[in-house]
Protein backbone atom coordinates (compact mmCIF):
# COMPACT_ATOMS: atom_id res chain seq x y z
CA UNK A 1 0.00 0.00 0.00
CA UNK A 2 1.25 3.34 -0.79
CA UNK A 3 1.75 5.61 1.70
CA UNK A 4 2.22 9.24 1.56
CA UNK A 5 3.71 12.13 3.49
CA UNK A 6 3.71 15.81 3.08
CA UNK A 7 4.36 19.38 4.71
CA UNK A 8 1.99 19.99 7.35
CA UNK A 9 1.37 23.40 6.47
CA UNK A 10 2.65 26.24 4.44
CA UNK A 11 3.20 29.90 4.97
CA UNK A 12 3.49 31.93 1.66
CA UNK A 13 3.08 35.73 0.19
CA UNK A 14 0.38 36.99 -2.08
CA UNK A 15 2.22 36.67 -5.62
CA UNK A 16 4.49 33.85 -4.89
CA UNK A 17 5.12 30.59 -6.09
CA UNK A 18 4.33 28.11 -3.93
CA UNK A 19 5.62 24.19 -4.09
CA UNK A 20 3.75 21.53 -1.88
CA UNK A 21 5.95 17.81 -2.41
CA UNK A 22 4.31 14.78 -1.51
CA UNK A 23 6.39 11.85 -0.82
CA UNK A 24 5.16 8.76 -1.81
CA UNK A 25 7.74 5.54 -1.97
CA UNK A 26 6.35 2.55 -2.67
CA UNK A 27 4.14 4.28 -5.35
CA UNK A 28 3.02 1.06 -7.43
CA UNK A 29 4.15 0.85 -11.16
CA UNK A 30 0.92 1.68 -12.29
CA UNK A 31 -0.13 4.51 -9.62
CA UNK A 32 -1.02 7.75 -10.41
CA UNK A 33 -0.86 11.04 -8.21
CA UNK A 34 -3.68 13.07 -7.82
CA UNK A 35 -3.84 16.92 -6.12
CA UNK A 36 -6.79 18.02 -4.36
CA UNK A 37 -7.85 21.17 -2.93
CA UNK A 38 -10.25 21.70 0.06
CA UNK A 39 -11.69 24.97 1.63
CA UNK A 40 -13.49 25.08 5.16
CA UNK A 41 -16.86 23.31 4.99
CA UNK A 42 -16.31 21.80 1.21
CA UNK A 43 -15.75 18.49 -0.22
CA UNK A 44 -11.70 18.03 -1.84
CA UNK A 45 -11.65 19.37 -5.49
CA UNK A 46 -9.52 18.20 -7.95
CA UNK A 47 -6.61 20.00 -9.04
CA UNK A 48 -4.04 18.03 -11.08
CA UNK A 49 -3.02 14.94 -12.20
CA UNK A 50 0.21 12.97 -13.36
CA UNK A 51 1.83 10.05 -14.11
CA UNK A 52 5.00 11.48 -14.50
CA UNK A 53 7.33 13.86 -16.07
CA UNK A 54 5.44 17.48 -16.06
CA UNK A 55 1.87 18.52 -16.28
CA UNK A 56 0.47 21.76 -16.62
CA UNK A 57 -3.30 22.84 -16.98
CA UNK A 58 -4.46 26.51 -16.02
CA UNK A 59 -4.60 26.48 -12.46
CA UNK A 60 -1.38 24.15 -11.05
CA UNK A 61 1.71 22.55 -12.47
CA UNK A 62 2.47 18.68 -11.10
CA UNK A 63 6.33 17.29 -11.20
CA UNK A 64 7.10 14.02 -11.24
CA UNK A 65 10.42 12.71 -10.99
CA UNK A 66 11.80 9.71 -12.90
CA UNK A 67 11.66 7.34 -9.95
CA UNK A 68 8.10 8.58 -8.93
CA UNK A 69 9.05 8.88 -5.22
CA UNK A 70 7.37 11.98 -4.96
CA UNK A 71 5.25 14.50 -6.70
CA UNK A 72 5.55 18.61 -6.55
CA UNK A 73 2.64 20.42 -7.13
CA UNK A 74 3.08 24.14 -7.95
CA UNK A 75 0.92 26.55 -7.59
CA UNK A 76 2.19 29.70 -9.56
CA UNK A 77 1.29 33.82 -8.40
CA UNK A 78 -0.63 32.30 -5.07
CA UNK A 79 -4.08 34.58 -4.05
CA UNK A 80 -5.63 35.41 -0.73
CA UNK A 81 -8.30 32.20 -2.47
CA UNK A 82 -5.84 29.65 -2.90
CA UNK A 83 -5.71 28.80 1.09
CA UNK A 84 -6.66 26.25 1.47
CA UNK A 85 -5.45 22.27 2.64
CA UNK A 86 -3.99 20.65 -0.68
CA UNK A 87 -4.13 16.61 -0.20
CA UNK A 88 -2.14 14.35 -2.66
CA UNK A 89 -3.89 11.37 -3.53
CA UNK A 90 -2.25 7.82 -4.82
CA UNK A 91 -4.12 5.05 -6.32
CA UNK A 92 -2.50 1.45 -6.18
CA UNK A 93 -3.94 -1.29 -8.72
CA UNK A 94 -3.07 -4.55 -6.86
CA UNK A 95 -3.92 -6.26 -9.90
CA UNK A 96 -6.00 -8.78 -8.18
CA UNK A 97 -9.21 -6.20 -8.33
CA UNK A 98 -8.63 -4.33 -5.25
CA UNK A 99 -7.65 -1.25 -5.16
CA UNK A 100 -6.40 1.15 -2.47
CA UNK A 101 -6.51 5.08 -2.28
CA UNK A 102 -4.64 6.83 -0.11
CA UNK A 103 -5.12 10.41 0.52
CA UNK A 104 -1.81 12.16 2.23
CA UNK A 105 -2.63 13.92 5.38
CA UNK A 106 -3.21 17.49 3.85
CA UNK A 107 -0.95 20.51 3.95
CA UNK A 108 -2.12 23.92 5.34
CA UNK A 109 -1.61 26.51 2.72
CA UNK A 110 -1.81 29.90 4.26
CA UNK A 111 -1.07 32.83 1.68
CA UNK A 112 -0.46 36.29 3.64
CA UNK A 113 -1.27 39.71 2.20
CA UNK B 1 -26.86 21.14 -11.48
CA UNK B 2 -25.33 19.42 -8.38
CA UNK B 3 -23.30 16.92 -9.62
CA UNK B 4 -22.51 15.11 -6.37
CA UNK B 5 -25.02 15.51 -3.26
CA UNK B 6 -25.43 14.44 -0.19
CA UNK B 7 -28.24 14.00 2.83
CA UNK B 8 -28.19 15.45 5.72
CA UNK B 9 -25.58 18.08 5.72
CA UNK B 10 -25.68 18.08 9.57
CA UNK B 11 -26.85 14.91 11.72
CA UNK B 12 -26.95 15.33 15.12
CA UNK B 13 -27.82 12.03 17.40
CA UNK B 14 -27.47 9.86 20.37
CA UNK B 15 -25.44 7.04 21.04
CA UNK B 16 -26.56 3.74 20.05
CA UNK B 17 -28.90 5.14 17.38
CA UNK B 18 -28.66 3.94 13.97
CA UNK B 19 -28.46 6.21 11.09
CA UNK B 20 -28.22 6.79 7.33
CA UNK B 21 -26.71 9.13 5.04
CA UNK B 22 -28.14 9.52 1.21
CA UNK B 23 -25.54 10.22 -1.54
CA UNK B 24 -26.69 11.06 -5.18
CA UNK B 25 -24.31 11.18 -8.08
CA UNK B 26 -25.71 12.84 -11.67
CA UNK B 27 -22.03 12.05 -13.79
CA UNK B 28 -22.93 8.69 -15.05
CA UNK B 29 -19.89 7.65 -13.35
CA UNK B 30 -19.49 3.91 -12.43
CA UNK B 31 -17.83 4.44 -9.02
CA UNK B 32 -18.90 5.56 -5.84
CA UNK B 33 -16.89 6.14 -2.62
CA UNK B 34 -17.28 6.88 1.08
CA UNK B 35 -15.00 8.74 3.30
CA UNK B 36 -14.32 9.64 6.90
CA UNK B 37 -12.88 12.67 7.80
CA UNK B 38 -12.08 13.17 11.01
CA UNK B 39 -10.69 16.44 13.66
CA UNK B 40 -7.34 16.34 12.35
CA UNK B 41 -8.89 17.06 8.35
CA UNK B 42 -7.59 13.37 7.35
CA UNK B 43 -9.62 11.74 4.74
CA UNK B 44 -9.38 8.06 4.72
CA UNK B 45 -11.59 6.09 2.49
CA UNK B 46 -14.34 3.61 3.79
CA UNK B 47 -15.67 2.29 1.10
CA UNK B 48 -15.96 2.12 -2.84
CA UNK B 49 -18.60 0.97 -5.19
CA UNK B 50 -17.82 -0.07 -8.97
CA UNK B 51 -21.10 -0.89 -10.95
CA UNK B 52 -22.75 -1.63 -7.50
CA UNK B 53 -20.04 -4.01 -6.23
CA UNK B 54 -17.85 -3.51 -3.51
CA UNK B 55 -14.18 -3.09 -4.56
CA UNK B 56 -13.06 -1.74 -1.98
CA UNK B 57 -13.68 -2.48 2.03
CA UNK B 58 -11.35 -0.38 4.43
CA UNK B 59 -11.08 -1.68 8.41
CA UNK B 60 -13.89 -0.51 9.20
CA UNK B 61 -16.37 -1.51 11.75
CA UNK B 62 -18.53 -3.26 10.70
CA UNK B 63 -21.07 -1.04 12.07
CA UNK B 64 -20.79 0.46 8.71
CA UNK B 65 -22.49 -0.73 5.85
CA UNK B 66 -22.79 0.59 2.01
CA UNK B 67 -25.98 -0.02 0.40
CA UNK B 68 -25.96 0.79 -3.50
CA UNK B 69 -29.66 0.54 -4.91
CA UNK B 70 -28.10 1.79 -7.99
CA UNK B 71 -25.36 3.04 -10.41
CA UNK B 72 -26.47 6.58 -8.98
CA UNK B 73 -26.52 6.30 -4.95
CA UNK B 74 -24.82 4.69 -2.40
CA UNK B 75 -25.97 5.27 0.86
CA UNK B 76 -24.00 4.99 4.13
CA UNK B 77 -25.78 2.90 6.78
CA UNK B 78 -24.12 3.02 10.24
CA UNK B 79 -25.53 1.14 13.53
CA UNK B 80 -25.07 1.64 17.27
CA UNK B 81 -23.36 5.21 16.73
CA UNK B 82 -20.30 5.61 18.89
CA UNK B 83 -18.69 8.91 20.19
CA UNK B 84 -15.79 8.58 17.59
CA UNK B 85 -18.12 7.99 14.94
CA UNK B 86 -18.06 11.68 14.65
CA UNK B 87 -16.85 13.05 11.88
CA UNK B 88 -17.63 14.43 8.50
CA UNK B 89 -18.43 12.10 5.85
CA UNK B 90 -17.87 12.93 2.12
CA UNK B 91 -19.21 10.67 -0.39
CA UNK B 92 -17.98 11.36 -3.81
CA UNK B 93 -17.78 9.27 -7.43
CA UNK B 94 -15.38 8.78 -10.37
CA UNK B 95 -15.25 7.18 -13.84
CA UNK B 96 -13.56 4.43 -12.94
CA UNK B 97 -11.59 3.46 -10.03
CA UNK B 98 -8.11 2.82 -10.27
CA UNK B 99 -7.21 6.85 -9.97
CA UNK B 100 -6.92 7.31 -13.13
CA UNK B 101 -9.75 9.52 -13.24
CA UNK B 102 -10.60 12.46 -11.00
CA UNK B 103 -12.48 12.34 -7.97
CA UNK B 104 -15.85 14.44 -7.54
CA UNK B 105 -16.70 14.87 -3.77
CA UNK B 106 -20.16 15.94 -2.40
CA UNK B 107 -20.38 18.78 0.06
CA UNK B 108 -20.35 16.54 3.32
CA UNK B 109 -22.32 15.44 6.29
CA UNK B 110 -21.09 16.67 9.27
CA UNK B 111 -22.19 13.53 12.05
CA UNK B 112 -21.91 14.41 15.70
CA UNK B 113 -23.07 12.18 18.45
CA UNK B 114 -23.30 12.94 21.75
Known amino acids: LAKTTQPISMDSYEGQEVNITCSHN???????ITWYQQFPSQGPRFIIQ???TKVTNEVASLFIPADRKSSTLSLPRVSLSDTAVYYC??????????????FGKGTKLSVIP | DTAVSQTPKYLVTQMGNDKSIKCEQN?????MYWYKQDSKKFLKIMFS???????INETVPNRFSPKSPDKAHLNLHINSLELGDSAVYFC?????????????FGPGTRLTVT
Open chain 2, 92 to 104: ASSQDPDGAYEQY
Open chain 1, 26 to 32: NIATNDY
Open chain 1, 50 to 52: GYK
Open chain 1, 89 to 102: LVGDDSGAGSYQLT
Open chain 2, 27 to 31: LGHDT
Open chain 2, 49 to 55: YNNKELI
